[in-house]
C-alpha cells in the first residue's frame, strides 16, 4: 500500500481495535489511521494507546480518508451512509464489516457508483488469527482490493469470493464458527471434570488439543480425514470416541447447526435490507 493511503474506521469497538492494532503491528504509520465514534472516553483510550487521530464526528473523518471502514453495528450502517455520503466519491474506497447488510443496500444510502467491498472477519482476528471472506463490487479497483487485502491480512488470513451471496457461508462457517469451537472446549473440559480432573487442568487439556490439532490440521500437508485416521487404531481409546460420536450423529449434527447458522445470516440480511 502506498503510504499516502489514508484509511479512517468509523467505530472504535472490538474489530476496529483488532485492525488497527493489526495494520500498525504489521508497519502501517498511525499517522495515516483516523477514527471516529460516539463515546469520547473511548475515543481518548484508543488515541493514547494508537497516537492515531480522532473525532467525535464522522463526517469530518470520512472528509479526510481514501478508504472509510464501517466498523459500527448493523443497525445504524445506514444513518452512518447519511453522514458520510456527501463526503464518499469514486476515489473512495468504503469497506463494510457490519454482518449482514448488502454492497447494494450500502451503494444506495451512498447516493451510488461506490467501491464497496463487504467483509466477514470472525473474532479470532483480535488475536491476529481471523479469517475474512470478502466481496467487492465492480467498482473496486485492482489497487484497492490490494489495500482490503493489507487490512485483512493485518489480523489473519484473507480471502475473495466471487458471489457476495456466498458471505452467508462464510459467516455460517466461520464468522460464527469460533463459537462452535468453545462449545467443543467446553463439553470437553466438562466431560475432564466429570472424570475426576481439576477444572483448571482439564480446561488446559481442552484448548491445547484444539490447538494443536487445527495447528496440525494447517501445517502437516495431511487432510483432517487423514490426520484422523492415523491417530485412530483399531480397538483402541479414539475409535470409541468416534464411534460414540458417529452412533449419535455427531456429522449430521453439526451440518443442521451450520445450515440454521445459514438460514438465519440469510434471514438477517433480508431483515437489514428491508430496513429503510
Ligand atoms: N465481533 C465480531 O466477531 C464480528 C465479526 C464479524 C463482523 N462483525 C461486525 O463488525 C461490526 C462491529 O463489531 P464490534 O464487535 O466491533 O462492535 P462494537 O464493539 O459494538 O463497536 C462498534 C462501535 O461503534 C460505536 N458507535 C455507535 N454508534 C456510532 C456512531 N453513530 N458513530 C460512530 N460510532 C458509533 C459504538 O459505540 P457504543 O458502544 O457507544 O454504541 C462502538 O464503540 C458489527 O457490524 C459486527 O456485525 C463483528
Known amino acids: ?48 494507546e ?7 464526528n464522522n463526517s469530518q473523518l470520512a472528509m479526510q480518508c481514501d478508504v472509510i471502514v464501517f466498523a459500527v453495528k448493523p443497525k445504524i450502517l445506514s444513518s452512518i451512509c447519511k453522514q458520510v455520503e456527501l463526503h464518499t466519491n469514486r476515489r473512495s474506497l468504503v469497506v463494510s464489516i457490519a454482518a449482514g447488510i448488502k454492497i447494494d443496500n450500502i451503494n444506495n444510502w451512498l447516493k451510488g457508483n461506490i467501491s464497496i467491498v463487504r467483509t466477514m472477519p470472525n473474532t479470532p482476528a483480535l488475536v491476529g488469527k481471523g479469517i475474512t471472506g470478502m ?3 465492480d467498482a473496486v479497483t485492482y489497487e484497492q482490493k490490494k489495500i482490503t487485502e493489507q487490512i485483512f491480512g493485518s489480523v489473519g488470513e484473507c480471502f475473495w469470493v466471487e458471489e457476495e451471496k456466498m458471505l452467508d457461508a ?20 466438562n466431560a475432564g471434570i466429570a472424570l475426576g480432573l481439576d477444572k483448571q487442568i482439564a480446561e488446559k487439556l481442552s484448548i491445547q488439543t484444539a ?57 438477517i440480511g433480508y431483515e437489514l435490507s428491508n430496513n429503510e
Request: net charge neutral; no cysteine; proline share 2%.
Open 170 to 189: 462464510v459467516t455460517a462457517l466461520s464468522g460464527s464458527g469460533p463459537a462452535y469451537f468453545f462449545l467443543m472446549i467446553e463439553s470437553m473440559t
Open 1 to 48: 500500500m502506498q503510504k499516502t493511503t489514508i484509511i479512517g474506521f468509523i467505530g472504535a469497538g472490538n474489530m476496529a481495535y483488532a485492525l488497527i492494532s493489526g495494520l500498525i503491528n504489521n508497519g502501517f504509520p498511525a499517522s495515516s489511521i483516523k477514527l471516529s465514534d460516539i463515546d469520547a472516553a473511548l475515543l481518548s483510550q484508543r488515541e493514547s
Open 135 to 137: 466481496a467487492a463490487n
Open 50 to 56: 494508537f497516537g492515531v487521530e480522532v473525532f467525535t
Open 211 to 267: 490447538l494443536g490439532a487445527s495447528t496440525m490440521a494447517k501445517q502437516s500437508g495431511y487432510s483432517p480425514h487423514e490426520l484422523r485416521a492415523k491417530v485412530t487404531s483399531k480397538n483402541g481409546t479414539t475409535q470409541a470416541a468416534i464411534k460414540s460420536l458417529q452412533d449419535q450423529n455427531f456429522e449430521i449434527i453439526i451440518s443442521n447447526a451450520i445450515h440454521a447458522a445459514f438460514d438465519r445470516a440469510r434471514e
